[in-house]
Structures are given as structure tokens and as C-alpha cells.
């Protein structure tokens, strides 16, 4: 291993932080099992990574540890509410190594796994997925002689600008880079968003999920939750249909308790919109910030929101919507030329943003499959992007009345 | 321009921040000046560096500012106190712009000088002293071949790899870089500090002065004041000689009402180490954490420091002492072989640790000349760190009751 791929604990999302802080300070002991999933069809990851590589590069970030440097920029962290990050979890972030991995080879799949206590094993959701990603990216472009590589990055760059170009059009798009488990590499990570940086206004360009990035570039560290937290939480409150319906609530206002308004950004397809929708009260519609969109159609769950908000007596064009499932320029714009100015509108932009290079994305993610024993669930509004065991998905349906029938192949 | 030597605002030393929060909240407005000077003699510095490169240089600092994440970095500082450094702070140095320079030539002598509001001006010192001195080493080994440039820096390993050495052979000495100043460059000071932090136990190698080298590699930034705290204070406290007399003592008392005991270390020399211990009290000897000691012999202040302790009826071995002035490691062995066990010992060492690779260091220094139109004075325990108008000297030594007579060539 010549430069290992996770050179700090904070090159993660800052929601793993933000979540994390939360799971520390109400469920540090909950048992949890992450497992990771590639939902690209085709792909026969465990003949392209070298798995010698991948337990190197995990072994590697298990020797790393957040340094006095980082806590620091944590601590200092205010942009959202004073302190945010509290001196106990802090202390505890100081001292934590990220807990042992499984990983095996079945079928050409790697199937790699994540148990331990969820204040530890949160931690590796996006570190994992940045890289299998970047190792997979390794593998596929060793065969291209010094002149194709080259080519590779001057495409990637052709991409960018034209990007740039395109935004430039429309100052009032602003946008959050969201790319770290996607990304092509760390490197080019780095060079997209440090491009970003110089190339764009900050009004446009608003931050980074990237905590280390944020922290090395001066950029907004960005992110709230993620579908782990209501996840999880159904899995802890399961033992009544009404309390596993009832998790959903809970997590919103016990989120609200640890942070106020400040990352008060709610997540809306876990268990399916038509639910969030129904449970979401007129309080929280108010108090709230916004929502951020992952699956479905944007525009439709826009409409959607916008409606849930008149219908409670709130004016959403003081809300913020937030989309981040599967963005390019074409449909930011086109969700742009339908909502902008009924409802505030910032963009969650991924994959496109740092793996496009002309080489196939890959749509790889890393999910809470257990918690405190039971199997969890994750609904969304794209059966594509659905998880669990039949017989558990069966039984949130019921509970959380969820109907869709959509199913659209993952594009990233 | 390839590279500027600066690229941070907090490429400085700790202390400009530490002191220039106090004079923020304190002195803001009052009119300074500062002035460099090159204390080695016969070296003609104009006739070295590029004056035209010196200018650049200097600009481009002017552009700087302090980023968000070197704000959540000061914000999240805690080792000396609870935030330490306030948010009225922060929001100023956030747009903070450095005041112009004054830039001339005259007999070989470059003639620097930085006039503005001591708020503003208190942060060019340490910076402009690192781009001298690396513009000087800069011209000074631009005739070197690639092999011989190789050799200066494999003799500057080899004198590095001698002190780790010898330094591992005593584990009870504690010592902090502190060279930014006299650096022989940004890079070897990198280098050096990171070195020490790999290769030394963090019980040994305490941190660095240099407050973007400490966020860079995760170290502990170290430094409270110097002597320009003094000087500037006497030049706005100086219209009786009791006033003046006195500035010394409101230092001490405003730098706790500051911060607390957290940076309480004082240092001994402004106006002589004899009215230093006459003016501390017996409450300030047993609440200050220590005193620094920057000029006259360090063994010799040391055994005054253990006697003043002890005829206040302090335990100096509780109490620190921290020499400063020109160390090399025979000279801290020295020390530490009178002193330890007596008094609590850590050591600054600066110009013999970043800029050891066999090339003569230089004795540059830029000094406070004047506030509130006043000229100002350092007495120091030897003459030739003294600075000031043969007049105003005069006024001090009798004011201050000086009767030193040493006088020792800087080596550094």
C-alpha cells in the first residue's frame, strides 16, 4: 500500500458526525449490523478488488484516530447552533477506533459487514463505500497506459467545466457537493471541489458533506441525517405496531432535542412520502427548516410538499427542499424550472458531480440491516431502493400504509 | 511568484493571536509601529534579496484572509481555557486584512516598517521575519547544484537525526519548536516539526509556535506573550514615571483578567529581570503558572526565579520556567542539569532547531518602535537586545532602576 486511501476519520459525511453525536449521547449500545451492497447489476466486484487491498485499506483506518486538530475544527464548528458538538462526545470521538470488519467473497460478491455498538459502527458507512469505490476505480483503469489516464482526468475536467459553464447560467441554482461515497477517487474529490471553491460564488456553491474537505479547503461542512436514524430507531421501538410507528415521530423530535433548528432538515422517504407526509405534524411543519428528498420523483414530491405546507398554514417558500437522489445538471435544472420561488431550493449533488469521467458509476451503498435483533427496513419511494427481509418489509407496509408500486433501476 | 511563502494567515506564531485578542479588546486603535532589523552584523540584506520579490511577497500576504475552518480551529482551541478566544475576536480576525508596509533600501539595509492600529498591525512580525529569512536563504543557495542542494539538506537530517538522539537520551526534557521566525524555510520547518512528531513521544515534544503547523499536523499551538505586550503598554501608560513604572504590572493583571491562569506565563526581561522581581507580586507568584526567560543566562535567571519563589514561599518545582533565548542542545542540557528537580522546565527552541543545515542563521528581528506616538524601549539583561532612542533608554533605566552592563553579540 503506497498512500492509503483514508488518511483521517474525518474524511467522512458530516452527518456521521451529527447522527453520531446523537446515537452517543441516547443509544451508544445499541447493537447494530451494517452490511454493504452492490446495486449495480452485472458487476462482479469480488473478481475486480483485490480483497488483500480492501482488508489493508480497512485495517488502515482502524489504526486511525481523530487528532487534537480535528477536534478542534468539530468543537469550533457554530455555523448551525453554538456548540453543536458537545465537550462528552468530543472526549469520546478522541478515543474511538473504529470496530473490526467481515469480509468475505461469495459468487463474485464481497460481502462485508459491520457489527458493534452503534455509537462505533456508524462510522463506517461512507468511509467503506469511498473505498471500495476508489479501489474498484483502480482496478478497472491499471490497464491504461500513461497517455488514456491522461485522457480519463481531461474528460473528467471537460465535464466539469462544462458543468461550471452551465451554472454560471443559473446563479440562482445553489448546490452542496455530496459525493465522498461515490467519488472516483479522494484525489479527484479534492480537485472537483477545490474547483467548485475557486470557480463558483459560495452563494452557489455552498459546501461540502465532506468533513475533512470542508475542514482543509475553509468550506461549509454540510449534512443532517440520513435513513439510518429512523432505521435504526424502528428497530429499537418495534414491539407494537404502534410504537414502530410511532419510531418515525420520535426520531423528529428527539432530533429537534439535541440540535433545535439548526440541522432541523427531515428526511422524507424512509418509510414512503405518503407517510412522512401523514406524520409530520403542523408543529414540526412550522418549526422545521425543510426536507430533503432521496427517491421518487423530485418534482412530484415538490408539489407535494408544498401542498403539505399550505395545507398547515405555512408559507414554503420560507422552507427549504433539498433534493439528493441521483442529480445531474438536467434535472436540477428541470426541478428548478418547476419549483423555484413556490418552495427554497438547495441540491444534494453526488455522483455526477465526482465520478464523471465518462467510466459507469456504480450505485454502492452500506446499510443498517440490524438493530437491537430485528431485522430493519427501509421502504423509500422507489422499491428499487427498498431493504429488508420480505416478511419485515411486509409488515411496515402495513404499518406505515405505504401503496407505491414504482421500481426504477438505481442509476448511481 | 511560483509558490508564496505564506499561504495562511496563521503561518504565525500562537502568541500574535493570544495577544492580539487582549489588544482587540483592549487597545485597539492605539497607533503602533514596527520596525525590522537585522542584529548580525555585516551582512548586507538589501544587496541579497530581491527587493521586487520581498514586495510580492508581502502583497500577497495583504490578500490573505482567515478562513472558516482556521476560525472553527481558533474557536475549538481549549487547552489553555474554555474558548479562549471570544466570538468578537474571531468575527474581527475573520475580516481581518493585513495593514500596508513601508518599503525602502538604504547602505545594504532593507528598511521595513508596518504603522497601523495595534490590532491590525500586531500580526506582521512573525510573518514578514519567515519571508526574510526564506528570501535570504532563497538567494543565498540559488548557486547550488542539485547534488549540493541534496548535501545541505542531508546535513540538515543528519544534525536533526543527532538532537532526536541526544534528546532521547534525557526523556525528562520537554521542549516546543519555536522557530517560525528564523525558519530556513516554510518547507523544512514542515519537515522539522513533523520529524519531531513522529520520531518523539508528545510527553517530550510538547507542540509548535506556529498556530497552522499545529492545525496542520494535529499538535498542541503554544505561546501566551512577548515582549511587545510590555513595550507598547509603557508606551501608552508613560506620561508620569509612576505611570510608566507601573505599565508593567497592569500587563500582568490585564493578561489574567484575559485569560486566567490558562496563559499565565510571564516573561522576565522587558525592562530587566532585577525590576521583573521586584514588581511581581507575592499573589501574582503563586497564581502565574511560570515565567519565559529570553535574554542575560538562563541558569543564572533560573536560580533567581527559585529564590524569588521561595522567599514568597512558593514551591518553584509546582512553577514553570521556559528559556527561550538562543538555546542549542548543549545549552539545554546545561540548564536542565542545574535546574531540574528546582524549578519546572520546558524549553522554546527556535533558530538552532529550523534553521540548523549548517548555513550561518541570521539575527533578524522586527520590534515595536512606537505607540501613541511615543518611542519605546527594551532593556532586556543584555544590551545588545536592547532597542530604543538613546533618550527614551536612558528615561527606562533610571525608571525601571536597570544597572546591567552585559553586552553579548545575538547569535540567532
Redesign the interface.
Known amino acids: 500500500m503506497s498512500e492509503p486511501i483514508i488518511q483521517s476519520l474525518l474524511d467522512a459525511d458530516f452527518y456521521k458526525f451529527t447522527m453520531g453525536q446523537f446515537v452517543f449521547h441516547r443509544y451508544p449500545n445499541i447493537s447494530v449490523v451494517y452490511r454493504f451492497k452492490c446495486r449495480t447489476k452485472g458487476v462482479r466486484l469480488a473478481d475486480v478488488i483485490d480483497l488483500g487491498r480492501l482488508r489493508e485499506e480497512l485495517d488502515h483506518v482502524r489504526t486511525l484516530r481523530v ?12 455555523e448551525y447552533s453554538e456548540r453543536m458538538f458537545k465537550e462528552d462526545y468530543l472526549v469520546f470521538l478522541g478515543g474511538l477506533k473504529l470496530p473490526m470488519y467481515q469480509l468475505s467473497a461469495e459468487n463474485g460478491d464481497i460481502l462485508l459487514e459491520f457489527h458493534g455498538p452503534w455509537a462505533e459502527a456508524i462510522y463506517w458507512e461512507t468511509i467503506a463505500l469511498a473505498i471500495l469505490n476508489e479501489l474498484y476505480y483502480e482496478a478497472t483503469t491499471k490497464h491504461l497506459s500513461r497517455f488514456e489516464r491522461e485522457c480519463l482526468y481531461a474528460e473528467g475536467r471537460m465535464r466539469l467545466a462544462k458543468k461550471i459553464k452551465n451554472l454560471r447560467r443559473h446563479p440562482r441554482i445553489t448546490f452542496i457537493e455530496f459525493g465522498t461515497r461515490r467519488r472516483f477517487s479522494r484525489a479527484w474529490q479534492v480537485e472537483v471541489t477545490r474547483t467548485l471553491a475557486e470557480e463558483m460564488p459560495s452563494e452557489q456553491f455552498r459546501g461540502t458533506s465532506n468533513t475533512k474537505l ?7 461542512p454540510m449534512g443532517t441525517a440520513a435513513h439510518e436514524l429512523d432505521m435504526v430507531m424502528s428497530g429499537i421501538f418495534s414491539s407494537t405496531d404502534d410504537e414502530l410507528r410511532g419510531s418515525h415521530n420520535r426520531v423528529l423530535r428527539e432530533w429537534w432535542d439535541e440540535y433545535g433548528d439548526g440541522l432541523s432538515i427531515a428526511l422524507t422517504d424512509t418509510f414512503g412520502t405518503d407517510f412522512f407526509f401523514r406524520d409530520m405534524t403542523r408543529e414540526q411543519a412550522f418549526a422545521w427548516k425543510g426536507l430533503r428528498q432521496d427517491s421518487g420523483d423530485p418534482i412530484e414530491c415538490g408539489e407535494r410538499a408544498i401542498q403539505f405546507y399550505a395545507s398547515h398554514g405555512v408559507d414554503a417558500s420560507k422552507k427549504l427542499f433539498i433534493p439528493s437522489d441521483g442529480l445531474d445538471i438536467d434535472k436540477i435544472l428541470a426541478i428548478d424550472a418547476a419549483l423555484y420561488g413556490r418552495i427554497g431550493l438547495s441540491y444534494g449533488w453526488g455522483t455526477d458531480l465526482t465520478n464523471d469521467l465518462g467510466l459507469k458509476p456504480l450505485s454502492l451503498v452500506v446499510k443498517a440491516v440490524r438493530a437491537n435483533g430485528n431485522g430493519l427496513v427501509k421502504l423509500s419511494d422507489n422499491l428499487a431502493k427498498a431493504t429488508g427481509d420480505p416478511k419485515d418489509v411486509e409488515r411496515y407496509k402495513r404499518v406505515f400504509g405505504y401503496a407505491v408500486n414504482a421500481f426504477e433501476e438505481c442509476k448511481y
Open positions: 487528532n487534537k486538530s480535528e477536534l478542534h475544527y468539530l468543537r469550533g464548528t457554530n470542508a475542514m482543509d479547503l475553509g468550506l461549509l
